[in-house]
């Protein structure tokens, strides 16, 4: 049963760049899945944030595209995110997802990290 | 893009009752890959149905989706005490690739 366990930083002060990284095991990176990003401010509903696949093939949420970087990294069998120039606003838990290969669902998630942005 | 709604923000019921939950979507061409999870406070997302009505590996059967047009339904057949917690529905756009999810709706214990 794959698992995934998000870690980074708690705390980020404005304006600079948050980073996150995705450990998964019992499961490779390198399957025939769609691995993504969410987030979800406190009190309030999921956004994702972005999917990356082995290949290398990424894709963006518009609204985040010109300050979010995904990567996947296959020897460590991990993921990552950076989100720039980072505000109040980008406070929330961020959560790694397993896409569900054939459907466009998420079928495991991690437990998520809190991130706060404050001086 | 795509906007999913759902409606009503709250729904109170007893254990043992029946609830239906709404989704609807904006666009009659959307895809009809449908999803909806439950989150507990604390806790990641749990998928319980893809493709508008399939259950996810370990899902009980009392719950079920299922779709007509761009209205989507989540039913508990029998509610037990675990199931209050908050509903999403989500849905894929191709152009550009983008998952959007509803605001949820939260079943609390009446």
């Known amino acids: 049963q794959v698992q995934l366990q998000e870690s980074g930083p708690g705390l980020v002060n404005p304006s600079a760049t948050l980073s996150l990284t995705c450990a998964v095991s019992?499961?490779?990176?390198?399957?025939?899945?769609?691995w993504s990003w969410f987030r979800q401010p406190p009190g309030k509903g999921l956004e994702w944030i972005g999917e990356?696949?082995?290949?290398?093939?990424?894709n963006y949420n518009p609204s985040l595209k010109s300050r979010v970087t995904i990567s996947i990294d296959k020897s460590k069998n991990q993921l990552s995110l950076m989100l720039s120039s980072v505000t109040a606003a980008d406070t929330a838990v961020y959560y790694c997802?397993?896409?569900?290969?054939?459907?466009?669902?998420?079928?495991?998630w991690g437990q998520g990290t809190l991130v706060t942005v404050s001086s | 893009e795509i906007v999913l709604t759902q409606s009503p923000g709250t729904l109170s019921f007893s254990p043992g009752e029946r609830a239906t939950l709404s989704c609807r979507g904006s666009?009659?061409?959307?895809?009809?890959?449908l999803a909806w999870y439950q989150q507990k406070p604390g806790q990641a997302p749990r998928l319980l149905i893809y493709?508008?009505?399939s259950r996810a590996t370990g899902i009980p059967d009392r719950f079920s989706g299922s779709a007509s047009g761009t209205d989507f339904t989540l039913t508990i057949s029998r509610l037990e005490p675990e199931d209050f917690a908050v509903y999403f529905c989500?849905?894929?756009?191709?152009?550009?690739?983008?998952?959007?999810f509803g605001q949820g709706t939260k079943l609390e214990i009446k």
């Open positions: 666009q009659s061409a959307a895809s009809r890959y």
């Open positions: 997802a397993r896409g569900k290969t054939g459907f466009d669902a998420f079928d495991s």
């Open positions: 990356v696949y082995h290949t290398g093939t990424i």
């Open positions: 989500q849905q894929y756009a191709s152009s550009p690739p983008m998952y959007t």
């Open positions: 493709d508008a009505s």
């Open positions: 019992g499961g490779s990176v390198s399957s025939f899945n769609w």
